[in-house]
């Protein structure tokens, strides 16, 4: 007799547990381990039978076509994509509630739905919600068809019955299937809902996105495999107080996962940013000190920042030490390389660093820009509004090499920028033959950086 195998799964972050516990392990919530049973089916000893597969050698496989590519109407959602939706593909669209994955979805079915049959489907809204949102989005098309159900596999039937090439969800955590034990958003449900879909996906090349809503991580909530079934995996970001949102690539089997889309929360609408720089550099103040820019690169985009220090006496024992859309550690260690290289003292100050306009920097290009400002919050030396600064710092203080420099600099010249304090190894990858527009200066460690600052 075929036996079960009994453990517990979180419904908040998928973690697994042999046995029940009020708290889960994985993310730390109480209360949300369920009982999951598997039978363990014993394989009949001998030959197994059953179907064969189909062999084919590499020459035998015909790709043309297959990587064919749905522009969405929208520049930046394709530059994340890696070029437009590929046929067959299921793209996962994660994010926090009313960050606008609703509203960006149906902005781009008004530009599919001009050549392609799309299928809006959702399972949080009624069929007179989805209009009275098409309205105020000005969307019209009568090749888009919407429906309300939570019925995975009505769903499914109905794509395949009316051909539809693009079908939207939204979202996986309200689908159930009828022949699963458990209810609407579990670990199991999500995940066989998510497995019928890919299929569905690849044998009839049908586009499908999949609307996936997050735990308080910022993760997709479900089980870790719904990451590994889909083929990409976009989270939408922003402070939801700012109108900027940003669109960027955790997996993408057919992109880079470097790509980021930046867009504007209007009244009619989520609106592109096509000049990220300009926007993240709009209502930046003259004349005060712990104000620096950088330069980084987001996939094959350059795009200059504002960092912001707050350097002050601390009012407690321990010195606090905040960084908002910079990595923390990162801060610690750059604070650390500053008091053993250049004698400066932040033990008895707290310190604050925010990366202006929701942007989350996680390339090392970015240290040198927050050690500019670190100097200049503390120094009360105000860094020149025209000036701006990239590189990688090491343990001993040295700049070291960044790529891209070239792309860089351009970017720092058509933004107006006359000067740019660069690694000193970086300037041998400058073609000397072009007149970037800009004064270029190269420094070897921190001190000469700020050496170049102050005799400016």
């Known amino acids: 007799m075929a036996k079960s195998k009994v453990y517990f799964i979180c419904n908040d972050c998928g973690h697994e547990h042999l046995k029940w516990s009020g708290k889960c392990a994985g ?12 039978r363990d089916e014993k394989l009949p000893s001998g030959i197994i039978g059953g179907a064969e597969l189909n062999l084919y050698t590499l020459s035998d496989v015909e790709t043309r076509g297959a990587e064919a590519r749905h522009k969405t109407g929208t520049s930046e959602f394709d530059r994340v994509l890696g070029g437009g939706l590929v046929k067959g593909s299921l793209v996962l669209l994660s994010g926090d509630p009313g960050i606008g994955k609703s509203t960006l979805l149906l902005q781009i079915c008004e530009y599919l739905s001009k050549k392609l049959k799309v299928l809006y489907v959702s399972g949080e809204e009624s069929e007179r919600q989805i209009k009275l949102r098409a309205d105020r989005l000005g969307i019209k098309s009568e090749n888009l068809y919407i429906a309300a159900s939570t019925d995975c596999e009505a769903v499914i039937n109905t ?35 998510t497995n019928l879909l890919m299929r569905m996906a690849k044998t ?11 735990n308080k991580d910022g993760g997709v909530a479900g089980p870790k495999v719904l990451e590994h079934i889909v083929d990409a995996v976009l989270y939408f970001e922003g402070d939801k107080q700012l109108s900027y949102r940003i669109l960027r690539a955790a997996k993408n089997r057919f992109g880079s996962t470097n790509e980021i889309g930046v867009f504007e929360m209007r009244d ?11 926007m993240l550099l709009s209502g930046r103040p003259g004349g005060v000190g712990g104000i620096s820019i950088l330069c980084t690169m987001e996939g094959s985009r350059p795009i200059l920042a504002e960092v912001q220090a707050l350097v002050s006496k601390t ?11 910079f990595d923390y550690n990162r801060l610690c260690l750059i604070l650390a390389v500053l008091e053993k290289r250049t004698g400066l003292n932040f033990g008895t100050y707290d310190v604050y660093i925010n990366i202006i306009g929701g942007l989350k920097i996680e390339e090392r290009a970015a240290d040198l820009g927050v050690a500019l400002a670190l100097y200049s919050g503390l120094t009360d030396i105000v860094v020149p509004e025209d000036l701006v600064v990239f590189g990688e710092i090491g343990l001993g203080g040295e700049i070291r090499n960044i790529s891209n420099i070239r792309e860089r600099v351009r970017e720092c010249a058509r933004m107006g920028f006359g000067r740019a304090i660069v690694p000193k190894a970086a300037l041998k990858n400058l073609d000397k033959r072009e007149n970037y527009g800009i004064s270029i200066t190269g420094a070897a460690n921190l001190k000469q950086m700020f050496s170049a600052l102050i005799n400016k």
């Not at 019955?161 to 009828?178: E, F």
């Not at 009839?204 to 997050?214: K, N, R």
């Not at 009619?268 to 300009?278: I, K, Q, Y």
């Open 204 to 214: 009839d090349e049908i586009s499908v996105f999949v609307v996936g809503h997050v």
């Open 268 to 278: 009619l609408g989520l609106a592109e940013v096509p000049n990220p720089s300009a």
């Open 315 to 325: 009012g407690f024992g321990q010195p606090r030490r905040v960084a908002t859309g």
């Open 27 to 38: 993310c730390g919530e109480w209360n949300t381990l369920v009982e999951f049973k598997e």
């Open 159 to 193: 794509a395949r019955k009316n051909q539809a090439d693009v079908l939207i969800i939204d979202s996986i955590q309200t689908m159930t299937i009828s022949g699963v034990n458990s209810t609407a958003g579990s670990v199991t449900q999500v995940r066989e809902c």
